[in-house]
């Protein structure tokens, strides 16, 4: 469900769940546990999770149950149609955040877009962490091979816009944070948070420096100042691997402490200080996620934040931020070690407004505007895959609105929520205790080298569809193969190709073996299995097939059902770089043509009353876990938050509704005066909003919060790697007078950026 990878503990009667407990014995998370986790035994006995495919009738707006042979017979007439009669273009996908925590959809996802071969396939990664994708891509040469913190072993962590307290972390897998960090306070390490909000993460800091939203760049940008200004730059052992650094020390000279204090918020004297703090501890990291995303400066931010670690010395070193050596599936494990084709965006842009590619994908800023814009390649129909682009993209009404518009519309999800409820057919996927567990993705961010694999705790229902299956049935109608193609066939398809690549490729343990006899090897396995075990043994700790005969198979993870950790983090420079000139790139082109647009935002006006920004809680997760009475029973948690000092200028008291609205709509919502958070900023969760009809969702239904997308601009983006900025929205707020609200855009009142 999120990125801690934490072990469960299943007691089952039968099919039935009875009891979870965190696994003490899990080798990484040693039996933490948070709310999230025991409920997944309300998800699985949710009454409202679809269990059967649901067909729309358009005329009545009625859902049906259907079988799977209608469905898939009917999503094969009206999608192959759009395809012949519009293009490839006219389908587009989006495929949403659970699918990176699902192996299945993970690998099989892949195989529905190439079948599409749609230039408009979308995801949450584009309001979320595509930034990050783009910063590494261009300094490492490899967009997962972003340096995590490693927190287990150091002495000073600088952490910028998270609060793994509260969402357990985030391109950092570390179950138990708050207990890592214990830890690192117990050995005399330092704690560091950097954060518009005081949040449960700030509070067990030993600082925390509230910033302005947005200008995490700028702080950056002081820090690397200060270490060239105070004579403090030191490489140490990847000195011989960096490129850049005197255009780097150049770009820095007009963003001084001094010069940034006013508009972060913070003194330029706490700026050199964390400066000087970073570079004289030997082992120190600096870590920025979501709050250093989700701005138009987000690739910028997220650049710095390595250029700091490179700078100090911390990169790639013990206790510093370093690169995961995953078990499975990692970009950075193959081909040649040491430098590569490197890695590039933009290499084609939307229609209507022109914005960038990055890994294959258009900016979710861009989708509502790609369905209702006439011409040549608009959208027709929709594929959506785990996600719940209504409530969690920016301008959250021109999504619904869109999607209300399209010719049909395909979602592979457990629920009739916002934004399935546009589909035309939805096919649901087994409740999670029928499907197997490996974390493809966020083991390759883990701040441990960890393995760990569950299998399927019960059989799906009769009649069930693996999610994998789904996928791979829709893959086969995008191709044309219509809804009965062979899976099995598809399936072996899938795998060869992977296969023939690997021993195609002089520097994989399997280089020139021959394909028939590594796929009789793999056998009896077939689906995400066999795709695993094929990714485990050709990986950095793989068997080989018979290299390496002590090696790591999807056997010895079966034998092993804590897990298996393969230990600390270890140095990977020069090795795990992909870039062209085989050095980290610390001034890459793209990223160096955007900073004047930075230099800019030192001397912009800033006019707006309030900034708008987000925050998780514990008990929520995205969207989607809002149908569970176990996590959203008790206080309303969809409120807003804001300082007391605005709350009396703005009178607005706790416990009544504001109204809160700008350029883009206006929504009305329970206050929450604290001070915990920054004057000038307010705080709304994402996710909430659940009050629509033609959902089925009933507890959801019946506490369902305001959706804060709702005000978040369409705009408002990153124009390097296309991320929404959701977070420093201006917005004003006012108490709620007489008469009703207007939820509907303004657009009669610009408010100045
Ligand atoms: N309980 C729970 N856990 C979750 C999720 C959830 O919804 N609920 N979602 C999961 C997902 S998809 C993700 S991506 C991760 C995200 O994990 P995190 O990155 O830890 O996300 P948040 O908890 O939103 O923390 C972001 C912080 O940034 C602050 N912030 C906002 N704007 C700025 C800014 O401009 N600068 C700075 N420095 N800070 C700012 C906010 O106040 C907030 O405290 O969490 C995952 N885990
Ligand atoms: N304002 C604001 N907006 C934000 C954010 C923010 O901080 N502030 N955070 C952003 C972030 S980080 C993210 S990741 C996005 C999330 O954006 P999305 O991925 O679009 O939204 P989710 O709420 O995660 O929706 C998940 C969907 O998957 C379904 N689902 C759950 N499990 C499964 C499964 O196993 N298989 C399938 N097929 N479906 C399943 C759920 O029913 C739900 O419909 O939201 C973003 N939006
Ligand atoms: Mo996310």
């Known amino acids: 469900m999120c990125e801690a990878t934490c072990g469960l503990e299943l007691h089952l009667d039968g099919d039935e769940l009875r009891l979870v407990r965190g696994d003490r014995d899990d080798v990484f998370s040693h039996g933490f546990l948070c709310p999230k986790g025991t409920a997944i035994k309300a998800l699985d006995a949710d009454p409202d999770r679809l269990r059967v495919p649901q067909i729309r009738d358009r005329t009545s707006g009625e859902w049906r149950d259907a079988s799977w042979d209608d469905a898939f017979a009917l999503i094969d007439e009206r999608l192959t149609k759009i395809l012949e009669r519009d293009g490839r273009n006219a389908v587009a996908a989006y495929a949403g955040n659970p699918s990176a925590h699902n192996v299945g959809a993970l690998i099989y996802n892949r195989a529905v877009m190439q079948a599409l071969g749609s230039a408009?396939?979308?995801s949450a990664s584009t309001v979320d962490q595509m930034p990050k994708h783009v910063s590494a891509g261009l300094m490492f040469g490899g967009p997962l091979s972003i340096p995590v913190p490693d927190i287990d072993r150091s002495q000073y962590l600088l952490l910028l816009g998270a609060n793994p307290f509260e969402s357990n972390g985030s391109l950092m897998t570390a179950p138990d944070f708050p207990g890592r960090i214990r830890t690192l306070r117990e050995r005399g390490g330092r704690f560091v948070v950097v954060d518009p909000r005081r949040t449960k993460t700030a509070e067990a800091a030993d600082e925390h420096h509230p910033i302005r939203p947005g200008t995490d760049a700028l702080f950056l940008f002081a820090i690397v100042h200060a270490l060239f200004d105070e004579s403090l730059v030191r490489l140490g052992a990847v000195g011989g691997y960096v490129n850049g650094v005197s255009e780097v020390e150049a770009l820095a000279r007009e963003f001084s402490?001094?010069?940034?204090?006013?508009?972060?918020g913070i003194d330029a004297e706490a700026i050199r200080g964390i400066a000087r703090a970073l570079a004289a501890e030997e082992r120190a990291a600096v870590y920025g996620r979501i709050g250093t995303c989700l701005s138009e400066y987000g690739t910028l931010a997220s650049w710095l934040v390595d250029v700091v670690n490179v700078l100090a010395g911390n990169l790639d070193r013990e206790g510093g931020a370093m690169f995961t050596t995953p078990a499975a599936g990692a970009g950075n494990t193959v081909g040649a070690p040491g430098a590569g084709r490197g890695f590039r965006v933009g290499r084609r842009h939307s229609r209507v407004r022109g914005a960038p590619e990055a890994l294959g994908e258009l900016p979710v800023v861009c989708l509502a505007e790609e369905i209702t814009t006439a011409g040549e390649g608009q959208i027709r129909a929709l594929i959506t895959v785990a996600g719940n682009p209504v409530l969690s993209t920016p301008d959250g009404r021109a999504v619904d609105d869109a999607l209300a518009s399209l010719e049909?519309?395909?979602?592979?999800?457990i629920y009739r929520n916002e934004t399935t409820r546009h589909a035309d057919v939805i096919l649901p996927v087994p409740g999670v205790l029928a499907r197997s567990h490996y974390d493809l993705a966020l083991y390759q961010l883990a701040i441990r080298n960890i393995a760990n694999y569950s299998p399927p705790v019960v059989d799906p229902a009769p009649g069930e569809l693996h999610e994998w299956e789904i996928l791979l049935r829709l893959a086969g109608i995008a191709t044309g193969m219509g809804p009965d193609a062979d899976l099995g066939a598809l399936d072996d398809f899938v795998i060869r190709g992977l296969v023939q690549k690997a021993v195609g490729d002089e520097h994989s343990p399997v280089s020139g073996r021959n394909v028939d006899e590594i796929m009789r090897l793999l056998s009896p396995r077939t689906g995400p299995e066999r795709i695993l075990d094929f990714m485990l043994r050709t990986g950095p700790y793989g068997d080989g097939f018979g290299s390496r005969p002590d090696g790591l198979t999807l056997a010895v993870l079966e034998?092993?059902?804590?897990g298996v950790d393969l230990g600390p983090l270890v140095p990977r420079i020069p090795e795990v770089l992909r870039t062209p000139s085989g050095k980290i790139e610390l001034a890459p082109e793209p990223i160096v043509n955007?900073?004047?647009?930075?230099?800019?935002?030192?001397?912009a006006a800033v006019d707006e009353p309030f900034v708008l920004i987000g925050r998780r809680d514990l008990r929520s997760n995205n969207s989607w876990m809002h149908n569970l009475d176990v996590l959203v029973k008790g206080k309303e948690r969809c409120t807003l938050q804001i300082h007391p000092d605005d709350a009396a200028r703005v009178g607005v008291a706790t416990g009544e509704p504001a109204r809160v609205e700008n350029?883009?709509?206006?929504?009305?919502?329970?206050?929450?005066?604290?001070?915990?958070?920054?004057?000038g900023v307010v705080s709304i969760p994402h996710g909430w909003g659940h009050a629509v009809p033609g959902t089925g969702t009933a507890i959801a239904n019946g506490r369902p919060g305001v959706n804060a997308n709702l005000l978040t601009d369409r705009d408002a983006f990153d124009p390097l790697s296309g991320n929404a900025a959701l977070n420093g929205t201006p917005v004003r707020v006012e108490p709620v007078r007489d008469g009703p609200v207007r939820d509907g855009p303004v657009r009669d009142e610009p408010v100045r950026h």
């Open 120 to 122: 408009n396939v979308f």
């Open 257 to 264: 402490p001094e010069a940034v204090a006013g508009v972060c």
């Open 408 to 413: 049909f519309m395909v979602s592979v999800d």
């Open 559 to 562: 034998a092993n059902p804590h």
């Open 594 to 603: 955007d900073v004047a647009r930075l230099r800019a935002r030192l001397d």
């Open 663 to 679: 350029h883009v709509g206006a929504i009305e919502i329970p206050v929450e005066i604290t001070d915990t958070i920054m004057r």
